[in-house]
């Protein structure tokens, strides 16, 4: 696609539920990032997929979280057992292979009850 | 243990002034840092980037400083204008931490009619 496409763009859930966030990154980026704008914060580090080697999950906040990416392409963040603290923007971005640019997608905004 | 830093968390500028961003930084082997802009309910978007072998890039009204021993950066715009009005994003990067990017808080910038 033109952009990175994200989905759901709004998501509402109770505390406790699981829910799925999917990032389509741009065609040919090799490298996918997770990113999560909590309110009044700055953007924070999730995750991080680079071609076909090991993602970066050091900025995972708990188990609860976790990630996977399907033929290098389309992104799954799954957090599990929701709290309230989870409630935030979480952005996804990609770029080519060097580049040093994030393209950022509109993001999926999660409330959790 | 934030990496980037912006101290100041708003700004308000009069139209056709000069608006200046700061942003900090801790680790010496960042090499590459980047302005993004961030409309309410969109993604960041790519804005304007220096390498650290360089201490000015300009873009027509954005202008991007580095001094590198001082750690520190900031985006001019001038003039400004009321479509500036957003967040800005100060992030940075580097071979020797990963590529991974490191964002700042963002400093809301109000540009008055």
């Known amino acids: 696609g033109a952009g990175v496409s994200q989905s759901p763009s709004n998501k509402v859930t109770e505390k406790g539920k699981d829910v799925e966030l999917r990032c389509d990154p741009i065609?040919?980026?090799?490298?996918l990032y997770w990113y999560r704008q909590s309110l009044g914060q700055g953007l924070e580090f999730l995750i991080y997929?680079?071609?076909?080697?090991?993602?970066?999950k050091s900025g995972l906040p708990s188990d609860r979280f976790s990630a996977e990416r399907t033929g290098g392409s389309v992104s799954t963040l799954t957090i599990q057992r929701t709290q309230q603290e989870d409630s935030a923007v979480y952005l996804c971005?990609?770029?080519?292979?060097?580049?040093?640019?994030?393209?950022f997608g509109a993001g999926s905004r999660l409330t959790v009850l | 243990d934030q990496q980037v830093k912006q101290n100041s968390p708003s700004l308000s500028v009069q139209e056709g002034r000069i608006s200046i961003l700061n942003c900090d930084y801790t680790n010496s082997m960042f090499d590459y840092f980047l302005w993004y802009k961030k409309y309410p309910a969109e993604g960041p978007t790519f804005l304007i980037s220096?390498?650290?072998?360089?201490d000015k890039n300009e873009d027509g009204r954005f202008t991007v400083f580095l001094n590198k021993s001082a750690k520190h950066l900031s985006l001019h715009i001038v003039p400004s204008q009321p479509g500036d009005s957003a967040v800005y994003f100060c992030?940075?990067?580097?071979?020797?931490?990963?590529?991974?990017?490191?964002f700042g808080t963002g400093t809301s910038l109000t540009v008055i009619p």
């Open positions: 971005a990609s770029s080519q292979p060097g580049a040093n640019v994030l393209t």
């Open positions: 220096i390498s650290s072998i360089k």
């Open positions: 997929f680079q071609g076909n080697s090991a993602p970066d």
């Open positions: 992030a940075a990067s580097g071979l020797a931490t990963g590529n991974q990017f490191y």
């Open positions: 065609s040919g980026h090799t490298a």
